[in-house]
């Protein structure tokens, strides 16, 4: 209404003096863009920053020659680059995502990777790559997609970006991971394949004191829309930290989801207090398999002390459960805000973890009874590509499916002031993000990366992405020289840990001092980690 009187007032005054109508003239197209900025569900930047955000768009528009003198290069990572974040947005989006002129890889520089390529290559009539998840004791396995969306929870993340990231899922057939939050509305409503991720907080299926609440967990995990359940040891964001949510934070649906209380701070614990050490691990996950009617269970970590996930393996080789799947999150992973120190310093980084617990489970037997799970900063068909040349059978991704809905990395996740709706509970912010046309961008998001990632297959001369494996891909050393991915990597032989060979000793120390009935070090020597 003010616009409108100020318009009109600009206008009378535009007879008088020649200099006031243009100010009329800009004045009013301005307020014409401003209101159609308000009223429009494509662009969440723009609906909730009218005019302003398109000074955004036009330095988007103009960046190359700003960036190239003044700021920074399409492969700065911050932690995305600008390169990482326009192929999501491309395919997102379903536009071009071509590049002319050449790779801006520095290709003869340490450290540069690229897949080896057959010249027999072949083609795929259908990119719906999936795998089968559900060992022997499994009794309602899942054909998962190779690329899921991986942990985020309601209430880190708003409404509708979770109703978008589930009615994505549900459009392309794939799955998504609750994160520890539990299922809320949102989650129902989309009608998406879920997995539900247990946390020490135990939402969705806790008693008043925080503790396990197994009726509780046998309801949510009986629903049908729940596929498989996900026990979280740790994250690859911030791993060995709980977490505290204040009261004041606490919505009503939060509160629902979570099956807690409002009136006091939610915390989630650094710890399960549901088990006690390796065997009391593989027995809990035996519980819940029971209790979920035989779905698969397994469980998401952030690789730390190797000995103790060999204490685990051990535990499994005991008491002859094992889990369905392993997920290794690495400290790439980056959803959960953390501290600086843990953010940057804490946990092992996805690559690595990977490789460990994939040689770890062949060493031990175990191998063709788990599934692997791979997260961290995996993004594109050569990521996937790579993950599974490294022992993965499908990945997860948590910031690409966000990059999908429309974040645009201001790292404001964790002060409620996103601009574009998706990692806040304001209800101003988070209207801008349309769950219509977003849940569009998440189905093609997964759909176009799973068609490069055949394309990438194909070149390759393989019949299916499964078949990578580390001789597919080279990186450059520092010296200069070419080192196959297997020459550092390499899949280690089967069985090795269960016999007395001398092949492999640094695996054979820390399987030694492994107790699968205890995490604690058998004696103080720093070799144990």
């Not at 057939?173 to 994160?179: E, I, K, L, Q, S």
């Amino acid at each position: 209404m003010l616009s409108a009187i100020l318009a009109v007032v600009t206008f009378i005054a535009g007879f008088w003096a020649g200099w006031v109508f243009v100010l009329f003239v800009v004045f009013a197209a301005l307020t014409a863009v401003g209101l159609y900025d308000i009223s429009q569900d494509r662009h969440a930047v723009t609906k909730n920053y009218p005019i302003i955000g398109h000074i955004r768009y036009f330095f988007e528009k103009i960046r190359p020659e700003i960036r190239q003198y003044l700021i920074e290069s399409d492969r700065e990572e911050q932690p995305f680059s600008r390169e990482q974040r326009s192929l999501v947005y491309q395919r997102a989006k379903g536009v071009e995502d071509k590049r002319p002129f050449g790779t801006h890889e520095k290709v003869y520089e340490a450290g540069y990777s690229w897949l080896t390529h057959s010249v027999q290559p072949t083609k795929f009539d259908s990119t719906d790559f999936r795998v089968q998840i559900g060992g022997p004791a499994c009794k309602k396995p899942y054909d998962a997609s190779l690329y899921n969306i991986s942990a985020m929870s309601f209430g880190s993340l708003s409404a509708n970006a979770i109703s978008a990231l589930n009615r994505g899922a549900k459009q392309g057939g794939f799955a998504h991971d609750t994160g520890e939050g539990g299922i809320s509305r949102y989650h129902r409503e989309g009608g998406g394949d879920l997995i539900y991720e247990i946390g020490s907080g135990y939402f969705g299926c806790r008693n008043d004191d925080g503790s396990f609440n197994p009726d509780k967990f046998a309801k949510q995990a009986g629903d049908d829309q729940v596929k498989m359940i996900e026990l979280k040891l740790s994250q690859g964001a911030k791993p060995g930290q709980g977490g505290m949510l204040p009261a004041a934070k606490i919505t009503p649906e939060i509160a629902e989801a979570r099956d807690i209380p409002m009136d006091q701070d939610c915390i989630s614990p650094a710890a399960h207090t549901a088990f006690e050490g390796p065997m009391g691990l593989v027995q809990f996950i035996g519980q819940l398999r029971e209790l979920s009617g035989g779905k698969p269970v397994g469980f998401k970590l952030c690789i730390g002390h190797r000995r103790e996930f060999m204490c685990i393996v051990k535990a499994m080789l005991e008491t002859g459960i094992v889990p369905d799947f392993i997920v290794v999150d690495g400290t790439e992973g980056g959803t959960g805000a953390a501290p600086l120190e843990f953010a940057n310093h804490v946990g092992m980084p996805m690559i690595e973890g990977l490789t460990f617990v994939h040689n770890t489970l062949r060493g031990a037997g175990l191998r063709d009874q788990v599934r692997i799970g791979a997260a961290g900063k995996i993004v594109s068909a050569f990521d996937i590509a790579r993950a599974l040349s490294l022992g993965a059978d499908w990945c997860n991704s948590a910031r690409g499916y966000m990059f999908a809905i429309g974040c645009i990395q201001a790292q404001a996740c964790h002060t409620n002031h996103c601009p574009v709706g998706v990692t806040t509970q304001d209800p101003l912010r988070q209207r801008a993000l349309n769950v219509d046309d977003k849940s569009k961008r998440v189905a093609k998001f997964h759909a176009n990366t799973l068609k490069a990632l055949g394309k990438m297959a194909g070149a390759a001369g393989l019949d299916d992405p499964c078949g990578f494996l580390p001789y597919h891909f080279m990186t450059r050393a520092g010296d200069g020289q070419m080192t196959e991915a297997s020459d550092v990597y390499t899949y280690l032989r089967e069985g090795f840990l269960m016999d007395d060979g001398d092949d492999n000793p640094i695996y054979r120390q820390r399987w030694k001092r492994a107790n699968p009935h205890s995490f604690d070090p058998p004696e103080a020597d720093p070799a144990n980690a």
